[in-house]
T-cell receptor, first 114, second 114 residues
């Protein structure tokens, strides 16, 4: 079946430093799944951060960006300069065009320290 | 309003007793989902409603029931709770069941079975 593997947390980064959270996927039934990053801030539900549905393209939101790389089956999340308010749990997810379902990674907890 | 509400936020249940969790949304979304989330694991899809049609995952088919009396409400029912049901239960909704659709999540219900 499909699977998503992402950086195991917690990840601690100092404010204004750069961030990368790795995400790789395996989609056994389809060649080009849709890819998402969701974020859960403390006390809130998961919310969409960004999505990319076309291989080779980049999505961006709130200073974060991720590029859909079909050669390496990766969708790493990056930010050039993190802020304390970015402290949250980040989930990479795959949307399977064949069965209409999402598959999530286990999440990466990010803590940004001043 | 893009809020998905879940009640209760915390639930304590005894082994062998039934559990009923409630979710609501006012976005007029066609699809509502229930996920189970355990620590350090990915959210796992249990079932989803597309309009009035219930789709349950094969590996949890007999463990969870659901009802959707109207477009706004959806419940998750456990007939006889076991210790293994202790988890966070996430409800989500989306405009349709497409693999590209953004899902809107509630804050979750934390179920503890003793």
């Amino acid at each position: 079946g499909d699977s998503v593997t992402q950086t195991e947390g917690p990840v601690t980064v100092s404010e204004s430093e750069s961030l990368i959270i790795n995400c790789t996927y395996s989609a056994t039934s389809i060649a080009y799944p849709n890819l998402f990053w969701y974020v859960r801030y403390p006390g809130e539900g998961l919310q969409l951060l960004l999505k990319v549905i076309t291989a080779g393209q980049k999505g961006s939101s709130r200073g974060f960006e991720a590029t859909y790389n079909k050669e390496t089956t990766s969708f790493h999340l990056q930010k050039a300069s993190v802020q304390e308010s970015d402290s949250a749990v980040y989930y990479c997810a795959l949307g399977n065009t064949g069965n209409y379902k999402y598959v999530f990674g286990a999440g990466t907890r990010l803590k940004v320290i001043a | 309003d893009t809020t998905v509400k879940q009640n209760p936020r915390y639930k304590l249940a005894r082994v062998g007793k039934p559990v009923n969790l409630i979710c609501s949304q006012t976005m007029n979304h066609d699809t509502m989902y229930w996920y189970q989330k355990k620590p350090n694991q990915a959210p796992k899809l249990l079932l989803f409603y597309y309009d009035k049609i219930l789709n349950r995952e094969a590996d949890t088919f007999e463990k969870f029931q659901s009802s959707r009396p109207n477009n706004s409400f959806c419940s998750l029912y456990i007939g006889s709770a076991g210790l293994e049901y202790s988890a966070m239960y996430l409800c989500a909704s989306s405009r349709d069941v497409a693999y590209y659709a953004e899902q809107f999540f509630g804050p979750g219900t934390r179920l503890t079975v003793l």
